[in-house]
């Protein structure tokens, strides 16, 4: 186990290619994410075009220079895009509905300063909702993000159990880990024009705002990558009954998996996406998958949707299916304790196999990202008042079929492991004896050794310690079912009563706040 030095993180090179092929820069973390926000916000000379689930006005950007100290003065996003309207126009698409509206609350703070070339419109479709999260800049350039605009969610790779400049209201206070990309090449053709259906499409927001002008979006797209999306009937150039591309394309990757399949999810609660992994199992003897969840979702009913879905399927036992959660622990500072510890919530949402296809976005492997709402219901009322009720999602579809690609893919795969394990990227050149499902196994049985056992040595920085995953309701019992016994040694900085568990308050707090 490391100690003190934290996590190993590879820095990826963008991949460079002739002008006319697509060009991917994975952000691994909202730290890299967000700066990379505000340098392309910095850099745009013709237009910013920003959809976001939600856009908070105070949220926050922290330098990379200055990610350690939680001191440090951050810069505000909304800031930088008043500064950026004085030589370009800022469109930006928000919900604005019972669900979720931050588009009234940033709308009235633009107003505020007299930001005239910063306009809003808002999505009035509840229950559903613009889950899309996207920056287009000049329409050269994107940022397909993973995270909202909101302070809860920003966080450096290092994940340290507690830091002053995430804010408890959306998660408790945990830390959080995401997935991002930056993209220039025909891709981001695809990506400007539904942000342009999306914005002509609204009648909320700035009623004499002229209409943008983009050509339909074309999601073959080029060199190995497309553009994959779920809307719901009735959306712009939509077909009649809205669309399902990236649940297509999740089965039909799915049905060609041989080796390994990688999931690092926020949610996995998806009927379909379940029977696809086990039927993929069951064709392929010798396929491994390693799945990463959280053990404690933001939104009420997901824990135990989740759970009643692996169990119901085998993969909860299956012998070639590892499941992981992720957790940070740091030296305690105080007598009383051992550890400081916290549960580290998955916001990606990253599905890869056979190091060959990968797709990433805003989509979770839940039923409104992809087909149906209602299909993760039990019960017949849900299932029948949901049935259909899906978001707005945008995924990139990456194949390894052009050269290069299969790196790419591969770079992101070894980022993410690098920083889940605490080993270095020498260490996943090629599978160790017995599997890469082993290695996880292994990692995670030393995970628990480390809590379960004396402290050696002090961590100035925290430790990745990748743990079984638990189908317990709360992370301390959820540590005592993996093995962890003496769990009064640890600072346990996030543990949720019997409401939060089963109810979610802070979410639904956050709907109507």
């Known amino acids: ?33 967000y700066r990379e926000v505000l340098r392309a916000i910095a850099r745009a000379r013709r237009s910013i075009w920003i959809a976001q689930l939600a856009f908070d006005a105070d949220c926050v950007a922290y330098d990379d220079a200055a990610t350690y100290d939680q001191t440090a003065v ?45 306009r809003i419109r808002g999505i009035k479709r509840f229950p559903q909702l613009l889950h899309a999260k996207m920056v287009v800049i000049d329409e050269r ?75 339909p979006a074309d999601a073959r797209g080029s060199d190995g990558i497309r553009i994959a999306r779920t809307a719901p009937a009735g959306a712009p150039h939509s077909h009649d009954a809205g669309r399902t591309d990236i649940l297509a394309a999740i089965e039909g990757a799915l049905a060609r998996a041989r080796r390994l399949v990688y999931v690092e999810h926020q949610y996995l609660s998806s009927r379909r996406v379940i029977a696809a992994l086990a039927e993929a199992l ?127 893919i591969r770079t992101l795969c070894t980022r993410l492991w690098t920083e889940h394990l605490g080993v270095p990227a020498s260490a996943l050149d090629t599978p160790p004896a017995g599997g890469w499902l082993a290695l996880w196994r292994s990692r995670a049985a030393e995970g628990v050794a480390v809590l379960d056992g004396p402290r050696t040595d002090d961590v100035e920085r925290c430790l990745a310690l990748p743990l079984p995953y638990s189908t317990m309701p709360t992370p301390r019992l959820q540590l005592r079912d993996i093995g962890v016994r003496a769990t009064e040694r640890l600072d346990l900085r996030f543990d949720p009563g019997w409401l939060e568990v089963h109810f979610s308050p802070n979410w639904v707090r956050n709907m109507f706040a």
């Open 1 to 33: 186990m490391r100690d003190g030095a934290g996590p190993t993180v590879a820095r990826l090179v963008p991949i460079e290619r002739k002008p006319a092929d697509d060009r991917v820069t994975w952000l691994v973390d909202n730290a890299e994410a």
């Open 141 to 215: 350039e994107a940022l397909l993000l993973g995270s909202p605009f909101v302070n809860g969610y920003w966080d450096h790779a290092d994940h340290p159990p507690t830091d002053a400049r995430r804010g408890d209201r959306e998660l408790g206070g945990r830390p959080l880990h995401d997935v991002s990309m930056a993209i220039t090449g025909p891709a981001v053709h695809s990506l400007s024009a539904i942000f342009a259906e999306l914005w002509n499409d609204l009648s909320v927001g700035d009623a004499d705002d002229a209409a943008l002008e983009c050509r």
């Open 74 to 118: 951050g810069s505000p996003l909304l800031q930088a895009l008043i500064d950026a309207s004085t030589r370009v126009p800022v469109r930006i698409v928000l919900n604005q509905s019972l669900l979720l509206d931050t588009a009234t609350p940033l709308r009235m703070a633009v107003r505020r300063v007299g930001a005239t070339d910063v």
């Open 282 to 408: 069951t064709r392929e003897d010798s396929l491994e998958v390693v799945i990463v969840l959280n053990q404690n979702p933001d939104v009420t009913a997901y824990r135990s949707w989740q759970n009643a879905r692996l169990r119901e399927s085998g993969l909860l036992s299956h012998p070639r299916v590892g499941l992981f959660a992720l957790w940070r622990a740091k030296s305690s500072t105080t007598d009383d304790y051992e550890w400081v510890v916290n549960q580290l919530f998955v916001h990606s949402k990253v599905l890869i196999v056979d190091d060959a296809w990968l797709t990433m976005g805003s989509a979770n492997l839940d039923g409104v990202s992809l087909h149906s709402y209602g299909d993760d219901f039990t019960g017949w009322l849900g299932r029948r008042i949901f049935r259909d009720v899906r978001n707005f999602d945008v995924n990139v579809v990456m194949t390894s079929e052009t050269h290069g690609r299969a790196d790419a």
